[in-house]
């Protein structure tokens, strides 16, 4: 079971916006940065969002990242069938000694 | 361009050992924390082991902790995974992972990611 909390599922048609949830305790999510990764299938996983907004050059403003309190959330709008893929959130837990901590993933799938 | 190859995977008993290698280039690799972060087929992702650029500071999950050791080579653009006392568990596809330069501190952030070698522990 993963320390932060994903939908399994998530799903869209094209053109429109789907948002995933992240969601952690004040050890974690409150109070360290969050980083999101697109992992395509059959592929390594890719980083899209770090430090709960920024987005790494190459990746479309179409993602973008927020965080409030204990949870964190990507959005993706303008969905593409190029989006279907499993999202992973991902930070730091200072309750433990030195361990990085991941959501348990979210599939997004273009309908 | 950044590349990481793992290399290192194959098919291993329960008890047995095992060594991954990540060959790093295109960057400064002593300027660079690393990371090992595997993935059970059908599952998600999961933090290993965690070593700062200077390699003086480790950090391991509780599931691997005292079982597996990440060195790394500067000299050599070369990350390490020690793998002993392997277990049925430790199936997975094994990444490793750039992390923050040297002097920031954000875990949890992979900017680069290998192909990953795949690891099968079975009788």
Same mark, same amino acid.
């Given at each position: 079971?993963?320390?932060?909390?994903?939908?399994?599922?998530?799903?869209?048609?094209?053109?429109?916006?789907?948002?995933?949830?992240?969601?952690?305790?004040?050890?974690?999510?409150?109070?360290? @940065?969050?980083?999101? @990764?697109?992992?395509?299938?059959?592929?390594?996983?890719?980083?899209?969002? @770090?430090?709960?907004?920024?987005?790494?050059?190459?990746?479309?403003?179409?993602?973008?990242?927020?965080?409030?309190?204990?949870?964190?959330?990507?959005?993706?709008?303008?969905?593409?069938?190029?989006?279907?893929?499993?999202?992973?959130?991902?930070?730091?837990?200072?309750?433990?000694?030195?361990?990085?901590?991941?959501?348990?993933?979210?599939?997004?799938?273009?309908? | 361009?950044?590349?990481?190859?793992?290399?290192?995977?194959?098919?291993?008993?329960?008890?047995?050992?095992?060594?991954?290698?990540?060959?790093?280039?295109?960057?400064?690799?002593?300027?660079?924390?690393?990371?090992?972060?595997?993935?059970?087929?059908?599952?998600?992702?999961?933090?290993?082991?965690?070593?700062?650029?200077?390699?003086? =500071?480790?950090?391991?999950?509780?599931?691997?902790?005292?079982?597996?050791?990440?060195?790394?080579?500067?000299?050599?653009?070369?990350?390490?995974?020690?793998?002993?006392?392997?277990?049925?568990?430790?199936?997975?596809?094994?990444?490793?992972?750039?992390?923050?330069?040297?002097?920031?501190?954000?875990?949890?952030?992979?900017?680069?990611?290998?192909?990953? =070698?795949?690891?099968?522990?079975?009788?």
């Amino acid at each position: 079971q993963s320390v932060l909390t994903q939908p399994p599922s998530a799903s869209g048609t094209p053109g429109q916006g789907v948002t995933i949830s992240c969601s952690g305790s004040s050890s974690d999510i409150g109070s360290n @940065y969050v980083h999101w @990764y697109q992992q395509l299938p059959g592929t390594a996983p890719k980083l899209l969002i @770090y430090s709960d907004t920024e987005r790494p050059s190459g990746v479309p403003d179409r993602f973008s990242g927020s965080k409030s309190g204990t949870s964190a959330s990507l959005a993706i709008s303008g969905l593409r069938s190029e989006d279907e893929a499993d999202y992973y959130c991902a930070t730091w837990d200072g309750s433990l000694s030195g361990h990085v901590v991941f959501g348990g993933g979210t599939k997004v799938t273009v309908l | 361009e950044v590349h990481l190859a793992e290399s290192g995977g194959g098919l291993v008993y329960p008890g047995g050992s095992l060594r991954l290698s990540c060959a790093a280039s295109g960057f400064t690799f002593s300027g660079y924390s690393m990371n090992w972060v595997r993935q059970a087929r059908g599952k998600g992702l999961e933090w290993v082991s965690y070593i700062s650029g200077s390699g003086k =500071t480790r950090y391991y999950a509780d599931s691997v902790k005292g079982r597996f050791t990440i060195s790394r080579d500067n000299a050599k653009n070369s990350l390490y995974l020690q793998m002993n006392s392997l277990r049925d568990e430790d199936t997975a596809v094994y990444y490793c992972a750039q992390g923050a330069a040297v002097g920031i501190s954000l875990g949890g952030y992979f900017d680069q990611w290998g192909q990953g =070698t795949l690891v099968t522990v079975s009788s």
